[in-house]
């Protein structure tokens, strides 16, 4: 392990790793520095500049994201050029868009308008200019209404460097700079692979979940952990609930191993078959040939009765039992021990090999 | 023999124009065939790098050029010694040294001459600087602008590896060190330093943050040294004449000379190379001959779109690095562009100022949303829809983005405004608070205005205006009617009694 | 051209010394035309061809033609450079194809200035 | 494989997309060798069209958004066909302290273009240039690879006339 | 996974093999995919067709389908004969070196080319790559393993690991993906016709008479019958009765006209489950049973990692958790089941199952720990074989290669291969239902070699029949070059064009694994 460095911010003295950056040290000593195009497990690309801070001896105010701490460093996060240049950086990116908060999904989980409350503004000095870009409806999962965009590039990062799927990327340049798959389609028509990461990256109102509009406000939504349900890879998730049904599905990059927040499109937009309405709510029988609905006590005392029958004409072993893959370690026990403690019998197998 | 009628012509140094320069980077203009590797070899070229590489540590190298106090002729006037040894002090086996030839300032042309008319030179300071810092190999990142430069470039780069000048074992010393070019594809902010390395690796030109800077992480993240087409021009000379040769002219901190292309109102518009510490005054009257049709000298704008304008006032200020950032310009890359009396000066920092939004490559705020709300602005004032605080808010948005921006591009982009408006704010002010262009070049403020002691009435005005806004009696002054005309100047055009006029 | 070592670029400064030295014996003379960005913009190139044709139409084989850069005086381009034989060399400025033709005929072949056109006589100084 | 092709033989002949994958394969695993690999098939190709862009990023093995930026983001590439003329004038400081300007407003007003843009008779593609180094012609205009110097807006329709 | 998918990021190389890990694994792909791009991994792919990690592969090796057993021993003779292998390694924790060496000589880079189609050249840079790798990690998945091959093939992987001495390093190991949310913890709870949880064998007295004592009832010795075999016991009236739980065997088993015809042949079906499957339609019960949304309780991931599974809402109707179910089913027949919850099951699982002795629910409350965790402060283990194998020493197994077991021929010309999409899992049952996946993925494509489609006569997005000895499916073909010519590819998610009609029932002998990757079939115009 390297050695400790001192620095001062914020007339603290705080202990740093060389390697971190200044607002890696600040926010490990509780120093409050705003960001926005910061995204952890990225490349710190230094874009948005909310995060500048005061350096002593620098030319100019340096942006703490991408600014590696050094030995006797003084830093100030709170100057009147550092608020003053902040200030400027959110009235022009408020002005630069559409940003309404009324009809915005963000709302209430907006870093752009956190930042604007944080800062005080009123409203930008500048006229608001939205550049009137078309909202990309096109698909049932993922809306992008890029005039809400900020051009932090997270999303950009997210596809490329977290899921690696390199399908976003910026285009043109300037003020007129965008992001998006390639010859600006729009996510249907091209590769993109719905795994959701940028819509989870977003800081603002510009990518958003299709089927969560209107389906709660940030503060309505209970967000319950679990493992998700697809491939072995198991995923943690939080799955958005709202008045009982689950409204999206969200990474946590908090959670940590195995995936680290990230998901694919079956996690992500996959879920509906929860509140589909062909799930089976009532047991079934089968009464002259068709399968009718009945109590649990009508299903449970016909199975009894059948596989008791059977076992005992055709012995143990004529029956046989498929456990799941799908379901829990607990109920896969349970499912051995009933055929081998209950039954009788060791036939019990489950697809592991299909 | 004597010529009969020689004496008539006046011989180069009678001439102000090259009795005024000293030629150092240029010193092969006009003489050899820059196709011709062995009349660079007769100019004594290639010497520099023989004795770099015989005669030399890459210390010893780097201590004579950091002594001559050459700064890199790019523009932010870097120490080259300085920038070579921490490159070479960088751990690595593979590093880089890169030219920078995308010299993307509108009105300069310094680089261009010199690739053209001298590109051995160019080489031979690469090689001296790979020597220095421990490089194999090398890229020229030349705009594609630039045809004729390319095309003589690779004849140079052919000739010198036929020659055992770059390849392996350079003139049989055991040093390899080879190049090639990259051309520029149509991108200002190329010329960045981290933009410029970011293209070569085949991406969008996008500044990076810097730590780490270039000397440790650059191409590729790998050590790299960056320098432009001037600097790496001079090194071959310092190290064959010496640091105090080279220390000879200039001024205590701007040592050597300085190509400047001269351009605008101004005679004799050219490629110019004085010592550091001329007077602008001699450079505009003596070198260029002055303004053309006896026009006074309104401003000298020095550093492109990143500098700032220079106006009367200063015209005995030595250029040098530190003098010209005092005036509030940069020392750029060298386009020096004189502007006469006739140039709105709020028109010059929307140009500037739009050449720079255009430019923005859009990563940062600052510059990508900044720079388009002060074209903004400029436009409005120029449109006659300026507002009181107006330049204020100008000023403080020039301050912050040139505080907060990521790279250079954004930090040197509100230099044009700062500078305009520190010399010329009553110019500003007019077309704020007057509605009036004093250049009368905005053509929302002009307004044409008839002389009625000079109109004699003939209507020909009338006749041409295509609004009906020149109209009037037979015989009787006409008038123009100032809401319906809109300003295509026909009517003074025909006017035969130069009674109509426009302020 | 082989690879060269130090001591090779003081042999090949001395034999283009001397090759590219004017003589009697020829070369007699030597015509420069100025061809950077801004000299083939004016019109450099064209100028180059008429002294092409010139020679060819002469039969003259002692003038030597070559190219260069640009002079640094780009409002006076095309700009020439004729060297004869013992005398100073001399800039002609703002050339097209019809005085490049009466330089040749009056001046390298005839030795008559053509002043009109001359901007300036010698070589510039440099370091 | 015509089933591969089948996109691009829509805009381009067999021989072109012969030169295309010369390129693409001088190019393969250099790195860096997107630009001027971008660089040479607008040269021989004229332009970059989606279809083009898409093969060279399969064959350089690079995402196809990053070809897309990359194409974007210089002003050299253009993804539209280009008129038989490039006509470009020059706005670099000199130029237009010089009137350049004037001389782009009696080209779009002459030509019905504005700048980027393509005449309806594909006989000029109009663009502007941040200064091409020629000053001291300002305002210069060049066509092709002949520069005009000097050039005044009256002349802009006398110049351009010489070329069809 | 002897390791962890964390230790994918950053290790030196990854050798994929028989794994479409973007499309089967996206997050692990991810990961494959960020070593590379982020972190200079070398990726070495061997796979028949062009799926989308080969795009970041150093190199691919394009091998005909079912021969993989080929290749591997290729790779060894070549490591073996330029003496790349990892001699110390081999030495000190491994057995069975010397026949391994003896019957790998014989697949000479040459030799292995004319089975595989695997050009030599290749061959022997993927050996040299892998062998020379500081940490190098094997993926594989069903691509390996569903071939009657298939355990052969699973060890080949083992031996070339053990070979170059890249089992029990950080980074390093033989990966197998697992499909299925929780296969890996089915197989842990000792849902096998063999083994009660973790391993413990049927068959071992000691081991049975622990859980009889535990269960409070004799047990049985004999193992049961595999899934495959179920079905065969069904039509031969041997199975008479049977209990499937949360399973689609009339979508997921091959050859779906006999499954068919033997689930018809049971005196009684009881199919509990979330949907009215295929399955589900042949019941003579149905069990409505809650999703995993709608429960407590644990899954185990592929890299042994047993996390918490959450209630977030509520189950449809009278639906209940498949505990509870058969819970309520044990205490019918008698036998009395009382659990508070699935806590409180797990309790019973860590009192009986070593390697989750300590994974007790509120260990896992935060983040999930891999098992073996025999006690309550071990920490989990991230990666296998550290020290030793389970047996001690590695064995290897001398192996040689075997055709598939149906091969084109004149009638049936072309090669069927089977795998899922990204878009869906498994049998459909969910992500049918869901609006964004079928949006993106709305239809079963047959994928075609441009070739092989030109000389049919078909195009992308026409429809065509392919037909196998078994049975034949109608669906839309896609022209690609991502089949490599002679073979065309179909997933299985599709009832509409259930690939399992077509698939050959043919069983790896030991893991009666069916055949699902290679078949004979033909295609035509529909």
Redo the contacts between chains.
């Keep these: 392990m390297e050695e400790k460095i001192r620095i001062t911010i914020d007339g603290r003295e705080v202990t740093a790793n060389p390697e971190q950056t200044i607002l890696e040290a600040a926010r490990e000593n509780g120093i409050f520095i705003p960001t926005l195009c910061q995204y952890a497990d990225t490349t710190n690309v230094g874009a948005c500049r909310v995060c500048v801070v005061e350096v002593e001896k620098a030319r100019t105010l340096v942006a703490s994201c991408c600014m590696p701490v050094s030995a006797g460093m003084v830093v100030r996060t709170d100057t009147k050029a550092v608020r003053d240049a902040q200030r400027m950086i959110v009235e022009l990116l408020w002005a630069s868009g559409d940003h309404n908060c009324l009809v915005c999904e963000k709302n209430g989980n907006c870093e752009l308008q956190d930042l604007v409350y944080w800062l005080g503004i009123e409203k930008p000095r500048f006229p608001i200019e939205s550049p009137g870009y078309e909202i990309e409806k096109t698909n049932s999962m993922i809306v992008r209404d890029l005039n809400k965009c900020v051009l932090c590039g997270r999303c950009v990062r997210a596809c490329n460097e977290i899921q690696v799927n390199e399908v976003l990327d910026f285009s043109l340049r300037g003020s007129r700079a965008k992001v998006g798959p390639a010859f600006d389609s729009d996510y249907i028509a091209s590769e993109c692979y719905f795994c959701g990461e940028c819509v989870d990256a977003c800081p603002v109102g510009a990518i958003t979940f299709a089927q969560a509009r209107f389906g709660g406000r940030p503060w309505e939504l209970e967000k319950v952990r679990t493992t998700c349900t697809y491939c072995g890879v198991g995923c943690q998730l939080d799955l958005n609930i709202n008045k009982g049904k689950i409204v999206k599905v969200t990474g946590n990059r908090d959670y940590g191993p195995p995936n680290q927040g990230s998901l694919c499109i079956k996690g992500r937009f996959a879920m509906d078959f929860v509140q589909h309405p062909d799930r089976l709510q009532r047991p079934l029988i089968r009464k002259n040939g068709e399968l009718t609905e009945a109590t649990w006590e009508e299903a449970y005392d016909l199975i009894a009765r059948n596989l008791s029958a059977i076992k005992e004409e055709h012995g143990p072993d004529s029956i046989a039992g498929f456990a799941s893959a799908r379901c829990t370690n607990e109920e896969n026990y349970l499912f051995q021990k009933f055929m081998r403690a209950v039954i009788g019998t060791n036939n019990v197998d489950h697809c592991a090999r299909l | 023999m004597e010529e009969p009628m020689i004496g008539s012509i006046p011989t180069m140094q009678e001439i102000p124009f090259f009795a005024h320069q000293k030629l150092r980077v240029l010193r092969n203009r006009g003489i050899i065939d820059p196709g011709k590797i062995e009349e660079y070899i007769a100019r004594d070229g290639y010497l520099g790098l023989a004795k770099a590489l015989t005669e030399m540590t890459p210390a010893e190298i780097i201590k004579e050029v950091t002594a001559s106090g050459l700064r890199g002729r790019g523009g932010a006037g870097f120490p080259t010694g300085l920038k070579w040894q921490f490159c070479s002090q960088s751990k690595g086996d593979v590093k880089y040294v890169l030219c920078n030839a995308d010299e993307g300032d509108p009105g300069a042309f310094m680089d261009r001459s010199v690739l053209e008319a001298d590109p051995h030179a160019v080489l031979e300071g690469m090689v001296i600087a790979a020597r220095a810092i421990g490089a194999h190999y090398g890229y020229i990142y030349c705009r594609a602008e630039y045809p004729l430069a390319i095309h003589q470039l690779n004849i140079a780069i052919a000739q010198a590896r036929e020659c055992g000048l770059l390849g392996k074992d350079i003139l049989g010393t055991g040093f390899d060190f080879d190049l090639e070019i990259y051309q520029g594809a149509g991108a200002f902010v190329c010329g960045e330093e981290t933009a410029l390395m970011t293209s070569i690796e085949g991406k969008r030109g996008m500044p990076r943050p810097r730590p780490p800077f270039p000397a440790v992480a650059g191409l590729w993240g790998k050590p790299s040294v960056l320098n432009n087409v001037e600097t790496f021009a001079s090194v071959a000379q310092i190290v064959l004449k010496g640091a105090a040769w080279y220390a000879s002219v200039g001024t205590e901190k701007s040592k050597g000379t300085k190509v400047f292309a001269l351009t605008g109102d101004v005679n004799n518009v050219g490629l110019v190379e004085v010592p550091m510490g001329t007077t602008l005054r001699t450079i505009v009257y003596e070198i260029g001959g002055g303004i053309p049709g006896g026009k006074k000298f309104k401003a000298a704008q020095l550093g492109g779109p990143s500098g700032g304008c220079i106006p009367a006032e200063h015209l005995d200020a030595s250029v040098d690095y530190e003098k010209v950032a005092e005036l509030g310009a940069i020392m750029g890359s060298g386009g020096l562009i004189v502007m006469n009396e006739d140039k709105c000066i709020v028109d010059i920092a929307r140009f500037f100022i739009d050449f720079c939004q255009d430019e923005s490559c859009g990563k940062c705020t600052p510059c990508r949303e900044g720079t388009k709300r002060m074209l903004q602005i400029l436009t409005g004032i120029t449109e006659g829809k300026g507002r009181e605080g107006d330049i204020e808010l100008l000023q403080e948005m020039a301050v912050i983005i040139k505080n907060s921006s990521l790279c250079g591009l954004g930090q040197t982009a509100p230099n044009p405004i700062l500078s305009t408006i520190r010399y010329f704010r009553d110019e500003y002010e007019a077309h704020i608070r007057e509605g009036r262009c004093p250049a009368g070049v905005c053509t929302a403020l002009k307004r044409y205005t008839v002389d009625a002691e000079k109109c004699t009435g003939c209507g020909v005005c009338a006749k041409v205006c295509p609004t009906k806004a020149a109209k009037g009696e037979k015989k009787q002054p006409h008038e123009i009617d100032q809401a319906t005309c809109i300003k295509c100047g026909v009517c003074m055009e025909k006017c035969k009694f130069e009674a109509i006029f426009v302020n | 051209m082989a690879k060269l070592t130090k001591e090779d670029l003081k042999k090949i400064k001395d034999k283009v010394l001397a090759k590219s030295a004017l003589k009697e014996e020829g070369p007699r003379a030597r015509v420069t035309v100025h061809m950077g960005t801004c000299g083939i913009a004016s019109g450099a190139k064209e100028v180059m061809s008429a002294l092409m044709a010139e020679i060819a139409d002469a039969g003259i084989r002692d003038v030597a033609v070559t190219t260069s850069g640009c002079m640094g005086m780009c409002s006076r381009e095309p700009l020439v450079t004729v060297e004869c034989l013992g005398r100073e060399p001399i800039k002609y400025e703002r050339m097209d194809a019809a005085k490049m033709k009466r330089v040749f005929q009056e001046h390298v072949l005839k030795g008559e200035i053509q002043t009109p056109f001359a901007l300036a006589r010698g070589e510039e100084s440099s370091e | ?4 092709n089948a996109e691009i033989l829509k805009e381009f002949t067999p021989e072109a997309i012969e030169i295309l994958d010369k390129v693409i394969d001088k190019f393969k695993g250099k ?6 690999a ?2 040479e098939v607008q040269v021989a190709l004229g332009c970059l069209p ?1 279809s083009v ?1 898409k093969r060279i ?1 399969a064959g350089l ?10 194409v ?6 253009t993804m539209m066909p280009r008129g038989k003329h490039t006509v470009r004038a020059c ?8 009137g350049g300007k004037a001389v782009v407003e009696a080209i779009e007003k002459e030509f019905h273009v504005k700048e980027g843009q393509t005449t309806a008779d594909r006989l000029f593609t109009f663009e502007t ?10 305002p ?1 205009v060049i066509v092709n ?1 002949d ?3 000097g050039v005044k807006p009256s002349e802009v329709k006398g110049i351009l006339s010489k070329y069809n | 996974m002897t390791n962890s998918i964390e230790e994918i990021e950053h290790t030196d190389l990854i050798l994929a093999i028989g794994t479409n890990t973007t499309e089967n694994h996206p997050v692990i792909g991810a990961k494959v995919k960020k070593a590379v791009r982020s972190h200079g991994a070398k990726l070495i792919v061997i796979d028949p067709r062009d799926i989308a990690l080969t795009g970041y592969a150093d190199i691919w090796l394009r091998q005909r389908p079912g021969t993989d057993v080929a290749v591997l021993n290729g790779l060894m003779q070549i490591i073996i004969s330029e003496d790349l292998y990892d001699r110390d390694y081999v030495a000190a924790r491994t057995e069975g070196f010397a026949e391994l060496k003896k019957t790998v000589a014989r697949y000479t880079p040459e030799y292995v080319e004319k089975i595989s189609g695997v050009k030599a050249e290749d061959l022997g840079r993927a050996a040299r790559m892998y062998a020379t790798a500081g940490k190098a990690a094997i993926l594989y998945c069903m691509g390996m393993t569903q071939h009657v091959s298939g355990t052969d093939n699973v060890k080949s992987i083992a031996n070339l690991a053990m070979l170059c001495g890249k089992v029990g390093i950080e980074g390093g190991g033989v990966n197998p993906l697992r499909g299925q949310n929780n296969v890996q913890g089915a197989c842990d709870m000792g849902a096998l016709p063999d083994v009660f949880t973790a391993y413990q064998k049927v068959a071992v007295a000691e081991q049975r008479e622990k859980f009889s004592r535990a269960w409070g009832v004799p047990l049985p010795a004999k193992p049961g019958l595999t899934v495959v075999e179920m079905m065969h016991g069904a039509t031969e009236g041997t199975i008479r009765g049977m209990y499937i739980m949360g399973e689609n065997p009339m979508l997921s088993d091959p050859d779906l006209s006999h499954v068919e015809s033997a689930l018809r042949k049971l005196d009684f079906l009881v199919v509990q489950d979330i949907f009215l499957t295929e399955t589900a339609k042949l019941a003579h019960v149905v069990l409505p049973s809650a999703c995993f949304a709608e429960k407590e309780g644990t899954f185990t991931n592929t890299e042994r990692r047993v996390q918490r599974v959450r209630k977030a809402v509520s189950a449809p109707g009278e639906a209940r958790a498949d505990w509870e179910i058969i819970t309520g089913l044990a205490n019918r027949f008698g036998y009395p089941m009382q659990y508070a919850g699935p806590a409180q099951i797990m309790e019973e699982i860590n009192s009986l199952t070593p390697s989750y002795g300590g994974i007790t629910c509120s260990r896992i409350e935060k983040e999930g720990i891999q098992w073996p965790c025999p006690s309550p402060d071990h920490p989990g283990t991230k990666f296998l074989h550290g020290d030793k194998f389970t047996r001690g020493l590695g064995l290897f197994h001398a192996i040689d290669y075997r055709e598939p077991a149906e091969l084109p021929d004149d009638e049936y010309p072309l090669l069927l291969t089977t795998g899922r999409v990204l878009y869906h899992y498994h049998t459909g049952t969910m992500t049918r239902l869901a609006k964004g996946t079928s949006e993106r993925c709305p239809e079963s494509l047959v994928e075609i070699n441009p070739q092989d489609a030109d000389r049919i006569g078909i195009e992308s997005g026409k429809m065509v029949v392919v037909s196998s000895r078994r049975g034949r499916v109608t669906a839309k073909a896609a022209v690609t070059s991502r089949s490599p010519e002679g073979v065309v590819f179909m997933n299985f998610h599709f009832r509409e064009a259930a690939v399992n009609l077509l698939t050959n029932p043919a069983l790896d002998p030991i893991a009666k694994i069916p055949e699902y990757k290679v078949c004979a079939v033909r295609v035509e115009a529909a």
């Design positions: 494989m015509k089933a591969d790195p860096g060798g997107l630009i001027p971008l660089e989606v862009q990023a093995h690079i995402p196809v958004s990053r070809v897309y930026g990359v974007t983001f210089y002003s050299f590439f706005m670099g400081t000199a130029c237009y302290v010089k240039v941040r200064c091409i180094g020629a000053c001291g012609l300002a210069a690879e520069v005009h110097g």
